[in-house]
């Protein structure tokens, strides 16, 4: 691993079979994370990023690939190879937050059941009083009223859900947290609540994010880099402002242009992008997006563009980058 990192993906893939039939999901996926950086995943429904942050948490076993992981101790591993008692040690320190605050809560199980289980499960010798004041501090820090803790799940608004979510991923005190459409299930009101307790506990546990999101304007707030994923391909990746101001990727100006502005007097040029996205078991030859992209040449058809860093920290997987002058977040009045 390079110094500095705190994981490293690299060369990912992940692919499903049934009946004769391969889905290849995540293909050839590879970036570095810093601690205490917050990385955006974005991309349309489907194009992998949640099964991406389900391998790297090895809630998936990735098909081939790595994941190099720093641990607290400073120890470097691969977290998809390391055996079933160094998986468990390591697993309190990479956490999920998952989409759906309704269906990831058990309903049978008070809330301080559900936040007081991660802590059973990696330190079952731990008091039971030491467990129950370590939930009750976790649920103020998120933002939960100690006293509402004998309840259960259905008592509460999708944004306190959520934060129950939240305070179970972070009772065991982890480095890293994937974050999958962690907000995507709220309210645009409590969207903003939620991103930003996630953001003060990031400063107040040292946690490095990498946030699953298909809502450019929520990481463009939360990120400090970002990565485009479209058919399970990373295609481009880079520093947020980078990325917004000046994109390199066809797929990305189309996403961009797709933001929404909160101005009835600004008129947006959306670029619509042709057809359906093709079918992760029938890709197609070349490069992914050729099928929907308008630069589309016959080279693009036939030859799989390799990502490379045209700008410092910039990754993109285009042929044509150098050439193109692609439109960022910008929009005229």
């Known amino acids: 691993m390079e110094q500095g990192n705190i994981l490293e993906v690299k060369h990912l893939h992940k692919r499903f079979s049934s009946k004769g039939v391969t889905v290849k999901a995540v293909t ?14 974005v991309g349309e429904s489907g194009c992998g990023k949640t099964t991406l942050g389900r391998c790297i948490v090895h809630a998936y076993d990735a098909s081939e690939g790595e994941v190099m992981y720093r641990t607290r101790a400073g120890e470097e ?27 990831s809560l058990d309903p049978r199980m008070t809330v301080l059941d559900i936040i007081k289980e991660p802590l059973k499960a990696n330190y079952p010798r731990m008091p039971k009083a030491e467990m129950d004041r ?13 006293s509402y803790l004998m309840r259960y799940p259905h008592a509460f608004s999708g944004g306190q859900r959520q934060r129950i979510g939240i305070a179970r991923a972070l009772v065991v005190g982890p480095q890293i947290i994937v974050c999958d459409e962690a907000v995507s299930a709220l309210d645009v009101s409590i969207q903003a609540q939620v991103i930003n ?34 058919l399970g391909r990373l295609i481009e ?50 490069c992914f997006f050729h099928t929907r992209c308008r630069y589309c040449t016959e080279k693009c ?13 910039h990754y993109v997987a285009c042929h044509y980058a150098e050439e193109l002058n692609l439109k960022g977040f910008s929009y005229e009045e």
């Open 197 to 230: 307790l996630l953001r003060d506990l990031q400063k107040d546990m040292n946690l490095t994010y990498l946030f699953i999101s298909h809502d450019l304007s929520v990481v463009e707030h939360i990120s400090d880099k970002v990565g485009v994923m479209y």
């Open 237 to 286: 990746f880079s520093k947020t402002e980078d990325l917004f101001e000046k994109p390199l990727h066809p797929y990305t100006e189309a996403l961009l242009s797709a933001v929404p502005v909160a101005d009835p007097t600004v008129q947006m040029e959306r670029i619509a992008l042709e057809g359906e996205i093709p079918n992760p078991a029938n890709t197609p030859s070349g």
């Open 134 to 146: 370590r939930v009750k501090d976790m649920a103020q820090k998120v933002g939960l009223n100690p």
């Open 28 to 41: 050839d996926v590879s970036f570095n994370v810093k601690p205490g950086e917050t990385i955006g995943i």
């Open 77 to 103: 591993v691969d977290f998809l190879k390391v055996d079933k008692k160094k998986r468990k040690e390591i697993r309190k320190e990479i956490q999920m937050i998952f989409q759906d605050p309704y269906s």
């Open 301 to 313: 058809r036939e030859c799989a563009p390799d990502a490379r860093e045209l700008k410092p920290g």
